[in-house]
């Protein structure tokens, strides 16, 4: 199967989480996610693969954490809520990954870090450095710093930027639904997982793309023009619910359908 032999073949992945994938119905951290990923990529370390994650979650965990600022539309405190939140999100995935040994390294950036050459290549070799070492860079863009004119504007596009400097063999987006449908399916029941892109020029001429938000955290959007960057650079990209227990390992066995971006041409 094409994705079964993509992730076996791929060395270098990238795994982007969303806040839908990583919180609970009431905002909180979904620790249970959070230990059967460690456990997973800890079994994808173990088999020789080298792991880096982009993870959304800061502002949702600090709602969580501090709800008298939930329903303040302010952006201060949108922002202090991210700063908040961050140390919660970073808490959980330490302690998750500490279970197996494993060591956790923070970036926070912004677009404009992609932009400037010495960051870029500051972010290159921390990126590199880290993973050498053993430890799983965990990325998310620095909203409590980041204003509209340099605001990445989503972590789809976080992590194909990130996918594209690392030299990634693989982006694998995890959303709330089990990938590209020709329709929403959360509207219509003859909706059809499309499982093999490999024109996306092709794929938004026969599919609704929708509003944001309606199919997840980013948009639907979002993810095929993720899915578009990386291709152009000759990188997969499969796309996935993250909701699936065991989604990783169900992924690489074959058991679990998602869709596969991949550039034939």
């Known amino acids: 199967m094409m994705m079964t032999d993509l992730i076996k073949n791929s060395k270098k992945i990238v795994i982007k989480i969303g806040s839908n994938t990583l919180s609970n119905n009431d905002g909180t951290i979904n620790k249970k996610f959070l230990e059967k990923l460690s456990q997973q990529v800890s079994y994808l370390i173990n088999e020789g693969k080298q792991i880096v994650i982009v993870s959304s979650g800061a502002r949702i965990a600090g709602v969580a954490t501090l709800g008298k600022w939930m329903r303040k539309e302010d ?23 500490e279970e197996y040994s494993i060591h956790i390294g923070q970036l926070l950036l912004t677009r404009e870090d992609f932009y400037n050459y010495h960051r870029t290549l500051n972010i290159r070799n921390t990126l590199f450095t880290l993973v050498d070492e053993g430890v799983i860079p965990i990325i998310n863009e620095n909203d409590t710093v980041s204003v509209e004119e340099i605001k990445i504007g989503d972590n789809d596009t976080l992590a194909a930027y990130t996918t594209k400097l690392w030299n990634a063999d693989l982006l694998i987006l995890f959303s709330d639904i089990d990938g590209i449908y020709d329709k929403n399916p959360k509207e219509y029941k003859d909706a ?74």
Request: net charge negative; charged share 25%; with cysteine.
């Open 75 to 97: 952006m201060n405190y949108k922002q202090a809520l991210c700063a908040i939140g961050q140390v919660e999100l970073m808490d959980a995935y330490r302690k998750s990954f």
């Open 192 to 265: 059809k997982l499309l499982e093999a892109v490999q024109d996306i020029d092709a794929l938004i001429d026969i599919i609704e793309i929708g509003k944001v938000n309606e199919f997840g955290t980013g948009g639907i959007g979002t993810k095929i023009e993720a899915a578009r960057i990386v291709n152009s650079y000759g990188i997969p990209m499969i796309l996935a619910n993250g909701k699936t227990e065991n989604i990783l390992l169900k992924l690489l066995e074959g058991t679990e359908k998602a869709t596969v971006f991949q550039d034939i041409k």
